[in-house]
């Protein structure tokens, strides 16, 4: 079975600087998504990024940038001129391709500090 | 964009009674929705996958004589808590995908349920 696993329950950046939040996964399959998604306190479920595992190309959404290690099973979030709305719980996800079911991993709760 | 409304948002209940939480694609059809679990400061589970017209499919461990989902449309998907108690006080949250193309999930916006 897939897992995700992300090792840092809290983080903390100031305002306009840069962030990066930590993802690992593990998995059998050559073929696959991975998802940054971001929960404020309305617990709306955001969609922040996307990245298809055969595409060696670093997604990027404006400020917003993943590092994807297929090898090392690494997906990180780099976050740039973090901003106070950017305030969250954000969590690492995994699909297997052409299946739709995802898997979270335990979130990683983002502070901005003015 | 694309709209998932999820109702009602939250819920109190007594132990015992059933309580219906919907799931409904606003400005496109799903064949396919997904039902997930979000206990307190912690992540999301994924309980079912919604089949429309078919019988949904259950994770392991996720009792489906307790949680009956029924998705009798391609924009509406109900998950039923039936006799519920206080431990089935969560955070249910549903996703869906426009079945034409290759667009993201869209989730509702969560439904609390307490149990008292």
């Known amino acids: 079975a897939q897992t995700v696993t992300q090792s840092q329950p809290e983080m903390s950046v100031q305002e306009a600087e840069t962030v990066t939040l930590s993802c690992t996964y593990d998995t059998s399959e050559s073929d696959y998504y991975l998802f940054w998604y971001k929960q404020p306190p309305s617990r709306q479920m955001i969609l922040v990024i996307r990245q298809e595992a055969y595409k060696q190309q670093n997604a990027t959404e404006n400020r917003f940038s993943v590092n994807f290690q297929k090898a090392a099973k690494s997906f990180s979030l780099k976050i740039s001129d973090s901003q106070l709305g950017d305030a969250a719980m954000y969590f690492c996800?995994?699909?297997?391709?052409?299946?739709?079911?995802?898997?979270f991993g335990t979130g990683t709760r983002l502070t901005i500090i003015p | 964009g694309a709209v998932v409304s999820q109702h009602p948002s939250w819920v109190i209940c007594k132990s015992g009674t059933s309580v219906k939480i919907e799931c409904r694609s606003l400005d496109f059809q799903a064949t396919t929705m997904f039902w997930y679990r979000q206990f307190p400061k912690q992540s999301l589970m994924l309980m079912a996958t919604s089949n429309e017209g078919s019988k949904a499919t259950y994770e392991q461990g996720v009792e489906k004589d307790k949680f009956l989902i029924n998705h009798a449309s391609l924009t509406l998907s109900t998950l039923t808590v039936t006799s519920a108690h206080p431990e089935d006080s969560s955070f249910y949250i549903c996703?869906?995908?426009?079945?034409?193309?290759?667009?993201?999930?869209?989730f509702g916006n969560g439904t609390r349920l307490t149990v008292t």
């Open positions: 996703s869906a995908r426009d079945r034409r193309g290759n667009s993201p999930l869209h």
């Open positions: 996800a995994y699909s297997d391709f052409g299946n739709e079911k995802l898997t």
